[in-house]
């Protein structure tokens, strides 16, 4: 549960700055009709409120002017709500600290009698809704409606009374009392934080856990094993906090977790998380907008990484059935040089076989032990055209056996890099990376390009090899997939400056650029430039790994060729260890 009862309380004050008093011009709703954008006005203010009933992602925001565009071109009016139209904000509470939200509104009829109505806001998770209520109680609309056959305690359809959501069981903690706090910990075999986040609503993991950390006990303390003192030390630091949040002495921050990624929203400040978890915010609305648009991009992630885990995935059992196919009719073509022989002796016994036979039993003149072979005949065929069928056969097998290898070759090669990619994809977390390895995937032709939901750029934009200095001060490039290979080695690399891969082996494209371009490279750089290309190399875990290196410009992009593949010409070889250097160059 993101949004609690405590944020609830918090965000009133921001939401009574921004619309109390405005009118209600406009109301758009989402296509999946589950989100709608009220766009307020006065004389001195404009501002949008967005609702969002997801079971998930349930909210409440304040919209800036910015994002409001962004929205509104996805979004369309709706004559849902269209009753509050011309309505002005009077009031907008909380109401019984649950976390429902009320603006009250008021407006003139045509005839110019004044008629209220109020909005409640539930942000009950999968029950999250909007219900548009008159002053007597009876309800105008809602965005999910909701019959007797799927509750029996409250419908919410037009014309019903309108009915709250059940009480919480949960106490309230404005409303705690020392005597009854107190008694709560009586002889309670369950740990301090447990207790406190079960009895009160509102009180989430996090706040139990400040008001655990600044009573300097431990989060799985038992209740039962606190002596009178630490109780009494428990009461204060529980009173203190929520008399800070009624008091509005408010730290507004988004909680992440170790990997960065946003986990909970609170309104005090987190004493006993490292600073790196805590991003600090202006507004709670703030808070609220970050956090999830941040989740939001997640999901995108994780929807891509998904994505693009089973496009590498269905790359490879193709290209392996492809390859499992080529390998049968190389073994097919590789029969050849034995139809050259079947037409052979075919045509020297020719007059003494009969055509209409299905096989022929003939010796084998060509062997030195002259052994009987069995031929097959096409029954239709003179024993001439059988010969000749078989000199037919044996061209066709001896061409498509030079194709054959080649596809194969190919086909393995196709295959080295999927697996590279697939290797890639592992430690990819950013959506650049992310989009990079798309792209790697469109190019091979293993993925339609619009398929993966990933904002694109431009790859000579956000070029960012993995970059080293050798100890004379030279710099090591290296591509950290095939698309920036490709970049790095035709794009980016001077003609003077060295080139480097791991001799027959997969790796990445490493480019040393030279100091002084005056002088050659030192046998030492060569050295560490070799070593850094073994590292990044399908053989990283050898003793020694032959590296090959030439000029850049002696480096060829086959015609037609796929992202990092290349044509090496002059290229020395030199035997090393793979090892990474520790020198980084800027951090990168």
């Not at 921004?18 to 296509?31: D, L, R, T, Y």
């Amino acid at each position: 549960m993101i949004i609690n009862s405590t944020l609830v309380f918090c965000i009133i004050p921001e939401l009574e700055e921004a619309f109390k008093g405005n009118k209600i011009f406009q109301v758009f709703q989402s296509p999946d009709k589950k989100e709608l954008i009220f766009v307020t006005r006065s004389r001195k203010k404009e501002a949008s409120l967005f609702f969002c009933a997801h079971a998930e992602d349930y909210r409440i925001e304040i919209l800036d002017e910015g994002k409001w565009r962004t929205k509104k071109s996805n979004y369309q009016k709706t004559n849902l709500f269209s009753y509050a139209v011309g309505g002005h904000i009077q009031e907008i509470k909380q109401v019984d600290f649950d976390r429902v939200i009320k603006i009250s509104c008021l407006r003139k009829s045509q005839v110019g009698k004044s008629i209220e109505f109020d909005l409640i806001f539930e942000l009950t998770g999968r029950n999250a809704n909007l219900i548009l209520v008159r002053k007597d109680g009876l309800i105008i609309d809602s965005l999910r409606k909701v019959d007797i056959t799927q509750s029996r305690f409250r419908q919410i359809l037009p014309g019903e009374k309108y009915v709250a959501p059940p009480s919480p069981k949960k106490k309230n903690p404005f409303e705690a009392e020392k005597e009854r706090f107190l008694k709560l910990l009586e002889n309670r075999n369950i740990s301090v934080s447990e207790l406190l986040t079960s009895h009160f609503i509102g009180l989430d993991q996090f706040l139990a856990e400040k008001i655990i950390f600044e009573t300097n006990i431990h989060p799985s303390t038992k209740a039962k094993d606190l002596n009178n003192d630490t109780v009494e030390y428990l009461w204060k630091n529980f009173n203190q906090v929520f008399q800070d949040i009624a008091e509005h002495r408010l730290s507004f921050q988004i909680v992440t977790d170790e990997a960065g990624k946003p986990d909970a929203i609170s309104c005090v400040d987190l004493p006993f998380l490292k600073e790196n978890q805590k991003i600090f915010c202006e507004s709670l609305s703030f808070a609220i907008k970050k956090f999830f648009s941040q989740k939001l991009e997640e999901q995108q992630k994780r929807i891509a990484l998904k994505r693009l885990s089973e496009a590498t995935h269905r790359a490879l059992r193709r290209l392996e059935k492809r390859k499992d196919k080529i390998e049968e009719d190389l073994e097919e073509a590789e029969k050849f040089e034995q139809y050259k022989k079947f037409g052979d002796l075919l045509m020297i016994n020719k007059n003494s076989i009969k055509k209409g036979e299905g096989s022929v039993k003939l010796v084998d003149i060509f062997e030195p032990q002259q052994s009987l072979v069995d031929i097959s005949l096409n029954v239709e065929l003179s024993p001439i055209q059988n010969a000749q069928a078989y000199f037919k056969k044996y061209k066709k097998a001896k061409d498509a056996l030079a194709v054959m290898k080649k596809r194969k070759a190919e086909t393995e090669k196709e295959i080295l890099q999927v697996e590279k990619i697939s290797e890639e994809l592992e430690g990819a977390n950013k959506e650049l990376e992310l989009e990079k390895i798309r792209k790697e995937l469109v190019d091979l032709g293993f993925l339609k390009d619009k398929m993966i939901p990933v904002k694109r750029k431009e790859i000579s934009k956000d070029f960012s090899p993995r970059t080293f200095v050798t100890k004379e001060g030279s710099q090591i490039l290296v591509g950290r997939n095939n698309k920036e290979n490709d970049y790095l080695t035709f794009k980016f690399a001077r003609p003077s400056d060295l080139w480097f891969h791991a001799q027959d082996i997969p790796g990445s494209h490493v480019v040393l650029r030279k100091k002084d371009k005056k002088r050659e490279p030192s046998p030492n750089d060569i050295k560490e430039a070799a070593q850094v290309a073994a590292y990044f190399s399908k053989a990283r875990g050898a003793k020694k790994v032959p590296v090959i290196y030439t000029l850049a410009k002696y480096v060829k992009k086959p015609k037609k060729g796929k992202p990092g593949l290349a044509l090496v010409e002059k290229e020395k070889s030199i035997l090393v260890e793979p090892k990474l250097i520790d020198r980084l160059d800027n951090g990168k």
